[in-house]
């Protein structure tokens, strides 16, 4: 993670804490992700650091000065109306984000702007998949990708928030704008923060969402939308070090994004997991067939993994220390079920499928969803089922309480009182905060650029549910592809995957039976009696994925405690120098 954080000091009390507590900002990145070209800017009441560590994975450096002006950013945004080189690459994104034109970048950064007057506006990406976290109160305000380092600046004792908590277990990931501690905020979809030279606060959007999930009377521009992700994809290549990594499995989303990236020319590593033999022999053939297709000079190669408890050399103690120095609990369980590894900053980019279900129906593409939501006051109470707790306690299930309805309201001011609320849903909540794209500097979101999220709005409900636009784009974009089959997993297959013994507690049985033994904060939000059935299914051989899942979430949300408790102890020490 490429750290990027400031502070706007608005009481004579804060500027006079600044400079100890903004080294204190300084030290903690250094400690979790070592030293980089950390830029620092201070003066009497703003703080900017940026740890500019991208040098071995974007030719452009994250942090930016000009006449007076700075520019500090999680990662290089790439601009979606343009084709931009590496030379001269600030000379074109400067002035969108100078000019407020955020929206024209694509998504998955955060960013800062100091202007030359003493004024700073943070901002996060249209669809808020950049992480971007803030504190509030009377003596600063303070903005950072990383939860930890906020912590500095609460006006209180580090405390996880329960509310957040109750949300978390039941979907799987923190919604809104919730994060794991109370105080820090996340800002949401293209959201700001303006802050005058006096300390005057404004909050508001660079981009009105309407614009892309909008209902309006027009067909999905295909064309359009391949046109603009190849130029991102070009944009991409041209701006990144090393070969970027593209995952190509047996499904529609997947190929749908390796059809645009290959077609465009780029160079790429093509990744296919081998585990379900099926799925492997469909990109198998997909590459086949794609052979003899480059263009004059690109690269690819399709290289085979496949995991195996061998490859897991990390104990989940040293898996949890790492994933949530990085993290702070803002992150899906599943990511302790293999290695977690503190990045440094040469890795190539990871291009995947993620943002392809706002294309499919997710909540509603089953035999007679439409006709249960017909019964319903609003479509949006019909993913209630999707967010089911009945392994939850009463607390945690009133955590619960108006989500829906208040999610319904934010789609009908973005123009969606229709079923497409549900896609809205999705699109602001699980694809914003579930996926690990976001949760490095090094990963691009290619479905998530403005001609495809509007080409997925301008779909009819039908044509969600039969799955209409990945076919289309790959008739376009790669022609040879459309004759070879998807793979569609079965419950067998989860099976065959669970005895890969790829489990966490497979993997580390020690950790993971004494996380049970001797509970901390998991019995507050989720039912002993259910985690116990559980424990008793992982034992005998109908062991399903979703069983592991309750029990890794059980897990995390005990390190949550654990973890609280170590940034009060930093928080105090450093209050106290």
């Given at each position: 993670?490429?750290?990027?954080f400031?502070?706007s000091?608005?009481?004579r009390?804060?500027?006079?804490?600044?400079?100890?507590l903004f080294?204190?900002v300084?030290?903690?990145?250094r400690?979790?992700?070592?030293?980089?070209?950390d830029h620092?800017?201070?003066?009497?009441?703003?703080?900017?650091f940026?740890?500019?560590?991208?040098a071995g994975?974007?030719r452009p450096?994250?942090w930016?000065e000009e006449?007076?002006e700075?520019?500090?950013?999680?990662q290089?945004?790439?601009p979606v109306d343009?084709d931009?080189?590496?030379?001269?690459y600030?000379?074109t994104?400067?002035p969108?984000v100078?000019?407020?034109?955020?929206?024209?970048?694509?998504?998955?950064?955060?960013g800062?702007?100091r202007r030359a007057d003493?004024?700073?506006?943070?901002?996060?990406d249209?669809?808020?998949?950049?992480?971007m976290?803030?504190?509030?109160n009377?003596d600063?305000?303070?903005?950072?990708?990383h939860?930890?380092i906020l912590?500095?600046f609460?006006d209180?004792?580090v405390?996880?928030?329960?509310?957040?908590?109750s949300?978390y277990?039941h979907?799987?990931?923190?919604t809104?704008?919730?994060?794991?501690i109370?105080?820090?905020r996340r800002?949401r979809?293209?959201?700001t923060?303006?802050?005058?030279?006096?300390g005057?606060v404004?909050?508001?959007?660079?981009?009105?969402?309407?614009?892309l999930v909008?209902?309006r009377?027009a067909?999905?521009?295909?064309e359009?939308?391949?046109?603009?992700?190849r130029r991102?994809?070009r944009?991409?290549?041209?701006l990144s070090v090393?070969?970027?990594t593209v995952y190509?499995?047996g499904?529609?989303?997947?190929?749908?994004?390796?059809?645009?990236?290959?077609?465009g020319?780029?160079d790429?590593?093509?990744i296919?997991?081998?585990t379900?033999?099926?799925e492997?022999?469909?990109?198998?053939q997909l590459?086949?067939?794609?052979?003899?297709?480059e263009?004059p000079?690109?690269?690819?190669r399709h290289?085979?993994?496949?995991?195996?408890?061998?490859?897991i050399?990390?104990?989940?103690e040293?898996r949890?220390?790492n994933a949530?120095?990085?993290?702070?609990g803002d992150?899906?369980p599943?990511?302790v079920?293999?290695?977690?590894r503190?990045?440094?900053?040469?890795?190539?980019?990871?291009?995947?499928?993620?943002?392809g279900?706002?294309?499919?129906?997710y909540?509603?593409?089953?035999?007679?969803?439409?006709?249960k939501?017909?019964?319903?006051p609003?479509?949006?109470a019909?993913?209630?089922?999707s967010?089911?707790?009945?392994l939850?306690?009463?607390e945690?299930a009133a955590?619960?309480?108006?989500?829906?309805?208040r999610?319904y309201?934010?789609?009908?001011r973005?123009?969606?009182?229709?079923?497409a609320?549900l896609d809205?849903?999705y699109?602001?909540?699980?694809?914003?905060?579930?996926g690990?794209?976001?949760?490095?500097s090094?990963?691009?979101i290619m479905?998530?650029?403005?001609?495809?999220?509007?080409?997925?709005?301008?779909?009819?409900?039908?044509?969600r549910?039969?799955?209409?636009?990945?076919d289309?784009?790959?008739r376009?974009?790669?022609?040879?592809?459309?004759?070879?089959?998807?793979?569609?997993?079965?419950?067998?297959d989860?099976?065959k995957?669970?005895?890969?013994k790829l489990?966490?507690?497979?993997?580390d049985?020690?950790?993971?039976?004494e996380a049970f033994?001797?509970?901390?904060?998991w019995?507050q939000?989720?039912?002993?009696?259910r985690?116990?059935?559980?424990l008793?299914?992982?034992r005998?051989e109908?062991a399903l994925?979703?069983?592991?899942?309750w029990?890794?979430?059980a897990m995390w949300?005990?390190?949550i405690?654990?973890h609280v408790d170590a940034?009060n102890?930093r928080a105090?020490?450093?209050r106290?120098r």
């Amino acid at each position: 993670m490429n750290i990027t954080f400031v502070c706007s000091a608005r009481t004579r009390r804060a500027r006079s804490l600044l400079p100890l507590l903004f080294d204190a900002v300084v030290e903690d990145a250094r400690t979790v992700f070592g030293e980089a070209v950390d830029h620092r800017h201070l003066d009497e009441s703003t703080a900017i650091f940026n740890a500019d560590r991208m040098a071995g994975a974007w030719r452009p450096s994250t942090w930016h000065e000009e006449a007076g002006e700075i520019i500090a950013v999680s990662q290089p945004p790439i601009p979606v109306d343009e084709d931009c080189e590496a030379d001269g690459y600030w000379g074109t994104v400067a002035p969108i984000v100078r000019g407020g034109r955020q929206g024209r970048l694509l998504p998955n950064h955060a960013g800062i702007l100091r202007r030359a007057d003493g004024s700073v506006q943070v901002w996060t990406d249209t669809l808020g998949l950049g992480r971007m976290y803030y504190v509030m109160n009377d003596d600063f305000v303070a903005a950072s990708n990383h939860i930890g380092i906020l912590t500095h600046f609460l006006d209180g004792p580090v405390e996880a928030d329960a509310e957040a908590i109750s949300r978390y277990v039941h979907a799987g990931w923190f919604t809104g704008d919730d994060s794991p501690i109370r105080g820090i905020r996340r800002l949401r979809e293209a959201g700001t923060i303006d802050v005058s030279p006096s300390g005057q606060v404004t909050v508001g959007e660079h981009t009105d969402l309407t614009e892309l999930v909008g209902r309006r009377d027009a067909r999905p521009d295909y064309e359009g939308m391949i046109d603009q992700t190849r130029r991102i994809a070009r944009n991409l290549d041209r701006l990144s070090v090393r070969t970027s990594t593209v995952y190509l499995s047996g499904g529609r989303d997947s190929r749908m994004t390796a059809a645009i990236w290959l077609s465009g020319g780029g160079d790429a590593r093509v990744i296919t997991l081998g585990t379900l033999e099926a799925e492997a022999e469909i990109a198998q053939q997909l590459m086949a067939e794609f052979s003899g297709l480059e263009a004059p000079g690109q690269e690819v190669r399709h290289d085979l993994t496949y995991p195996s408890p061998g490859t897991i050399t990390m104990s989940l103690e040293e898996r949890f220390h790492n994933a949530f120095a990085m993290w702070d609990g803002d992150a899906a369980p599943t990511n302790v079920r293999s290695n977690v590894r503190i990045p440094g900053g040469r890795a190539g980019l990871s291009i995947g499928g993620v943002g392809g279900e706002i294309m499919h129906g997710y909540y509603y593409h089953r035999p007679g969803d439409l006709e249960k939501i017909e019964k319903l006051p609003h479509p949006v109470a019909y993913a209630a089922k999707s967010f089911q707790g009945n392994l939850v306690t009463p607390e945690a299930a009133a955590g619960m309480d108006g989500f829906f309805d208040r999610s319904y309201e934010r789609a009908r001011r973005h123009g969606r009182e229709d079923l497409a609320a549900l896609d809205y849903l999705y699109l602001t909540e699980k694809f914003r905060r579930w996926g690990n794209q976001a949760l490095g500097s090094m990963s691009a979101i290619m479905l998530s650029g403005p001609a495809y999220v509007r080409a997925c709005f301008d779909l009819d409900p039908q044509e969600r549910i039969e799955k209409v636009f990945p076919d289309e784009i790959v008739r376009r974009a790669m022609p040879a592809w459309t004759s070879v089959p998807y793979y569609k997993a079965q419950i067998a297959d989860s099976k065959k995957s669970m005895k890969k013994k790829l489990s966490t507690y497979d993997t580390d049985p020690d950790y993971f039976q004494e996380a049970f033994r001797s509970p901390r904060l998991w019995p507050q939000f989720l039912r002993e009696d259910r985690i116990g059935d559980f424990l008793e299914i992982i034992r005998g051989e109908d062991a399903l994925p979703v069983h592991e899942s309750w029990l890794n979430r059980a897990m995390w949300v005990d390190r949550i405690g654990t973890h609280v408790d170590a940034l009060n102890r930093r928080a105090e020490e450093v209050r106290g120098r």
